[in-house]
């Protein structure tokens, strides 16, 4: 099973990204994915998740207005759009899978993919 991340990049504050995980899971509609990030020093945090089964998608607040996260179930792909962006949110982006629990929180999802690189400068 693999999570693939891409996308990321160097970007100027204000700018735009979009991030794409790519899944290879076989029933992916049935995974609930999530987006986290994590700058040096700091921990993992939970930025934005999308769960087919309740047709409902979190943000967190820090976000919120700024970015969206979306799902395409037939290509099995999570994407994150990342508007006005700030230096603040460089970090290393991560996708996840989860099957149950909290979608907030790192420690419900149980494939992890390897981080994408956003930084934000001038």
């Known amino acids: 099973v693999q999570l693939q991340a891409s996308g990321g990049g160097l970007v100027q504050p204000g700018g735009s990204l979009t991030l794409s995980c790519a899944a290879s899971?076989?029933?992916?509609?049935?995974?609930?994915m999530g987006w986290f990030r994590q700058a040096p020093g700091k921990e993992r945090e939970f930025v934005a998740a999308?769960?087919?089964?309740?047709?409902?998608?979190y943000h967190a607040d820090s976000v919120k207005g700024r970015f969206t996260i979306s799902r395409d179930n037939a290509k099995n792909t999570v994407y994150l759009r990342m508007n006005s962006l700030k230096p603040e949110d460089t970090a290393a982006y991560y996708c996840?899978?989860?099957?149950?629990?909290?979608?907030?929180?790192?420690?419900?999802?149980?494939?992890w993919g390897r981080g994408t690189q956003v930084t934000v400068s001038s």
């Open positions: 996840a899978a989860q099957k149950t629990g909290n979608p907030l929180t790192p420690r419900s999802y149980n494939l």
């Open positions: 899971l076989r029933t992916f509609s049935s995974y609930g």
């Open positions: 999308a769960i087919s089964w309740r047709s409902s998608t």
